[in-house]
């Protein structure tokens, strides 16, 4: 796919002073593109080429050059960036947590008012499902919710038209719902809401100014009425699925019929979102000619659709390309509850992965509010009040873990038979098929982003570990450390997070789901085995080299032999802070794995090192420990691999 760059506006340049850029595209969803850029031209103008090429709005993705985030620097000339030259290739990468490629999600907050209040106007019934109709309040029944509407003698408001309930008994019970409900409508936001007096009831006032939904029985009298409020977590209440592209053709009718508002949150005005209208449950939008147009969004729960442009009507490409609208979940689609901390299940928590346009695409869980259990004091550079996986923004910080990905790669001699055969993967064939068709080692690791993990519980039992253990090394001389090369001096104190004496940060690699679980309840002791370890074909358990334990990389290029892609060329790898105490190196091959394991547990060492590269001219040590608590998952980082031609 190409786009090509609007032409240069500006005062009149020769050849000689602009240069035309072909500029590579690598996108964290897997698209390949090339944009064409004058030099004299503006990171801000290149962000702009990137969204009407994508159709991803400027605030959903980050722009990456030599480890350098551009989009932070807007009005920065492109013929200025160190490096960059017709055929350079720019990282991409989507950030599929925010609005406008993500709504949500949202908890529902029941209005504290006696529903009689709400009118709704006389219409027929095919008018109140197929047009929609309008309530009133009076101020006298206003004032008694708190609100205050000053000239005006009632409060009015749009509803959409009216649809029956298709949610299950269980889902309306965790909505509050009433089970009595048929039909629903949405209600939009009052007009003149901002010269009222508004309630002291949050609710109240997000349905006045917001809108939210109103439930009726078959006679049409108002049971219910609810505020859609932005929900603490990403489980239950109201969810929609990741944005669709809006249909142009779709507009006009829903214009016609008045469904289009202007849209009154100013967070989403600020990403430039102007119009909205809800989609009723299974939305058939008709053409000029009164028939159903060939093509119509995918909402059988309802949905919303958003406009980026002032003329609802009218708008210029770029614009257009911004529409779009998101189906409410129901049922399987919606996310499972987390599972807690210190749970013993390895179940696949549903998390929201960076890019998601398919059942395969995820992308990464936002934090939630810690709860109120205090597990202990937390790291002072923790995000206050979050529990959970936060993304670092710090340009600084990020470089660092740029870094840290260039200085452990280790490009010559490299490949080992973990990463398997070209041809049939890791554990699907004989040593021979693999010495023979070896899987490329990548030639480049690059950046996509870090999350830190913030697991109050998993911290408090780690730091009771690392107290223990460094209790023990006093008794006895104070072991020599030994160094990593994941630990030199200037990655001591990563995301401001400073090693102690005798810790150690290593890599562990893995799919993305599994690194996730990890973050949330730790290493499980009784999977070692099942993972990563070499196996003979068809076996599903084999026996680690050092024994039944938790390995770890000081590279990155070895963790990456057991990283696993869960969606296109995005691979994830955990940093994790370990304990590693007296250390206990094995250099050769004669050792007996059940013994390192034992000396280990009864207090003789604490961790063991195996450094195969020292006498056997293998190309990676190996770093084991045996109990998860000496284990904090401390960082979560995303990555592409560049694998030379």
């Given amino acids: 796919m190409g786009c090509r760059a609007s032409k240069h506006i500006g005062k009149s340049l020769t050849s000689e002073e602009v240069s035309t850029l072909a500029l590579n595209l690598r996108c964290s969803n897997a698209d390949r593109m090339q944009i064409q850029m004058l030099d004299n031209e503006t990171v801000e103008q290149l962000m702009s080429q990137v969204m009407r090429c994508t159709r991803v709005h400027s605030s959903c993705f980050m722009l990456t050059f030599k480890a350098s985030r551009l989009d932070l620097k807007p009005n920065q000339k492109l013929a200025f960036i160190d490096g960059l030259v017709s055929g350079s290739t720019i990282l991409v990468t989507i950030l599929r947590d925010k609005f406008p490629e993500r709504?949500?999600?949202?908890?529902?907050?029941?209005?504290?008012?006696?529903?009689?209040?709400?009118?709704?106007s006389s219409c027929s019934s095919a008018d109140f499902t197929n047009l929609g109709t309008m309530w009133v309040m009076s101020g006298?029944?206003?004032?008694?919710?708190?609100?205050?509407?000053?000239?005006?003698?009632?409060?009015?408001?749009?509803?959409?038209?009216?649809?029956?309930?298709?949610?299950a008994d269980n889902e309306r019970r965790e909505l509050s719902i009433p089970l009595e409900t048929t039909h629903f409508c949405w209600s939009y936001q009052v007009p003149k809401w901002d010269s009222m007096v508004l309630s002291t009831f949050p609710e109240v006032e997000a349905f006045v100014k917001f809108g939210g939904y109103i439930y009726c029985d078959e006679?049409?009298?108002?049971?219910?009425?609810?505020?859609?409020m932005p929900a603490q977590d990403d489980t239950g209440g109201l969810q929609f699925r990741l944005s669709k592209l809006w249909n142009p053709s779709w507009t006009q009718s829903l214009v016609e019929q008045g469904r289009f508002q202007p849209i009154t949150i100013g967070e989403l005005n600020e990403v430039g979102a102007r119009h909205y209208c809800w989609l009723k449950p299974g939305e058939s939008i008709s053409g000029t000619n009164s028939k159903p147009l060939d093509s119509q969004p995918d909402v059988p729960h309802g949905g919303f659709a958003y406009l980026f442009h002032e003329d609802a009507l009218k708008a210029d490409e770029t614009e257009l390309s911004m529409d779009r609208y998101f189906a409410v979940t129901s049922g399987d689609e919606r996310p499972a509850r987390r599972a807690s901390a210190s749970s013993n299940t390895n179940s696949n928590s549903s998390f929201h992965l960076m890019e998601a346009?398919?059942?395969?695409?995820?992308?990464?869980?936002?934090p939630t509010l810690r709860p109120n259990e205090d597990f202990g004091a937390v790291p002072q550079e923790w995000a206050p009040r979050l529990e959970g996986l936060v993304r670092l923004e710090s340009q600084e910080v990020l470089e660092t873990f740029s870094n840290l990905l260039n200085v452990t790669h280790k490009k010559t001699d490299n490949w080992t038979r973990d990463r398997g055969c070209r041809q049939h993967g890791v554990n699907q064939c004989q040593p021979s098929c693999i010495f023979r068709n070896k899987a490329p080692v990548p030639s480049e690791y690059m950046l996509l982003g870090v999350w830190r993990n913030q697991n109050a519980e998993l911290w408090s039992r780690y730091c009771a570990m690392r107290t223990a253990i460094f209790e023990e090394c006093q008794l006895d001389p104070i072991p020599e450390p030994v160094h990593c090369q994941s630990c030199t001096h200037q990655f001591q104190a990563l995301g401001g997070s400073q090693l102690h004496p005798l810790e150690w940060r290593l890599?562990?690699?893995s799919s993305t789901n599994i690194c996730e679980d990890i973050c949330a309840g730790?290493?499980?002791?009784?999977?070692?085995?099942?993972?990563?370890?070499?196996?003979n074909a068809g076996d599903t358990f084999g026996m680690p080299l050092y024994g039944f334990g938790i390995y770890f990389a000081e590279q990155i290029t070895k963790a990456d032999e057991y990283c696993k892609s869960d969606e296109p060329g995005v691979f994830s790898v955990l940093l994790c802070r370990i304990v590693a105490g007296r250390v206990k190196m094995v250099t050769d091959n004669e050792f007996d794995p059940t013994l390192l394991k034992s000396e280990a547990l009864d207090g003789k060492c604490h961790s063991v090192c195996g450094d195969r590269t020292r006498t056997l001219g293998k190309?990676?040590?190996?770093?084991?420990?045996?109990?998860?608590?000496?284990?904090?998952?401390e960082f979560l980082i995303q990555y592409a691999r560049q694998v030379a031609s």
């Fill in 507 to 509: 890599f562990h690699g």
């Fill in 219 to 228: 006679d049409r009298m108002v049971l219910q009425a609810q505020a859609v």
């Fill in 103 to 120: 709504l949500g999600p949202y908890d529902m907050a029941v209005i504290p008012i006696d529903c009689s209040d709400f009118v709704l």
């Fill in 619 to 633: 190309p990676y040590r190996e770093m084991v420990v045996y109990e998860s608590d000496q284990v904090y998952p």
């Fill in 522 to 535: 730790n290493f499980k002791e009784e999977l070692a085995g099942t993972g990563a370890t070499w196996k």
């Fill in 140 to 167: 006298q029944a206003a004032a008694g919710i708190g609100i205050d509407t000053v000239s005006e003698e009632q409060m009015v408001a749009q509803v959409s038209p009216a649809s029956k309930v298709t949610l």
């Fill in 357 to 366: 346009a398919t059942n395969q695409d995820r992308t990464i869980f936002s």
